[in-house]
Nanobody, 129 residues
Framework: QQQLVESGGGSVQAGGSLRLSCAASGYTYSSYFMAWFRQGPGKEREGVAATYTDGSNTYYADSVKGRFTISQDKAKNTVYLQMNMLKPEDTAMYYC??????????????????????WGQGTQVTVSS
């Protein structure tokens, strides 16, 4: 089965850093567009960052630009989210997602979760003030 597994979440003080990992298996990694989403308590799921697997283009939510960086290790089929200068409002469950290239998209671009057919189980990030 195609599978995404996140790791690296935890608790950190404001201003600290964490690196999340998303390991993909069971599919051709280069055929997918990868993204990180998050969902805080009582909030809607929102896109955080995304990348083509060839690394040619990356995308970030305005709220994290300059603080978070999406990267990957193609040999390991793994996508990372380096989170620096964390804020309490970054507290959320973080999910890795994959979209099959060539499929017909919904409106809203990369930040529309409906454009992603594969999801990890999530990893919790908690930032204390």
């Amino acid at each position: 089965q195609q599978q995404l597994v996140e790791s690296g979440g935890g608790s950190v003080q404001a201003g600290g850093s964490l690196r999340l990992s998303c390991a993909a298996s069971g599919y051709t990694y280069s055929s997918y567009f990868m993204a990180w989403f998050r969902q805080g308590p009582g909030k809607e799921r929102e896109g955080v960052a995304a990348t083509y697997t060839d690394g040619s283009n990356t995308y970030y939510a305005d709220s994290v630009k300059g603080r978070f960086t999406i990267s990957q290790d193609k040999a390991k089929n793994t996508v990372y989210l380096q989170m620096n200068m964390l804020k309490p409002e970054d507290t959320a469950m973080y999910y890795c997602a994959a979209r099959l290239l060539g499929s017909t998209p919904y409106g809203g671009g990369w930040s529309n979760s409906r454009n992603f057919g594969y999801w990890g189980q999530g990893t919790q990030v908690t930032v204390s003030s």
